[in-house]
Nanobody
Framework: QVQLVESGGGLVQAGGSLRLSCAAS????????LGWFRQAPGKEREFVAA????????VYADSVKGRFTISRDNAKNTGYLQIDNLKPEDTATYYC????????????????WGQGTQVTVST
């Protein structure tokens, strides 16, 4: 069992930056793949980023490539999502997730989810 808690969301102007954190407790965080997803009102939850084995390789949705960076610090049991050059279309609730399939883009491959943190981007 892994419990995940996101933080770091907020209201920012377009072009700004945020760093989202995902604090994990329970079973060893390093044993799991880390993924980030987002969900805007009225839309399905969509893949944003994921890491692969050991965090040495990363996968991004095309819409965020070059602006978002996923990382983790296993010693701190924490995952991160650095978001730069924010756009209004990035407005959503952001979720971190842990699962057994490294680099997966599929919601169903992630077993544990946080409660989400809201990111709102103003023009």
């Amino acid at each position: 069992q892994v419990q995940l808690v996101e933080s770091g969301g907020g209201l920012v102007q377009a072009g700004g930056s945020l760093r989202l954190s995902c604090a994990a407790s329970g079973r060893s965080f390093s044993s799991y793949a880390l993924g980030w997803f987002r969900q805007a009102p009225g839309k399905e939850r969509e893949f944003v980023a994921a890491d692969t084995w050991g965090g040495g390789s990363t996968v991004y949705a095309d819409s965020v490539k070059g602006r978002f960076t996923i990382s983790r610090d296993n010693a701190k049991n924490t995952g991160y999502l650095q978001i730069d050059n924010l756009k209004p279309e990035d407005t959503a609730t952001y979720y971190c997730a842990a699962g057994n399939f490294y680099g997966s883009r599929s919601v169903s491959d992630y077993r544990y989810w946080g409660q989400g943190t809201q990111v709102t981007v103003s023009t």
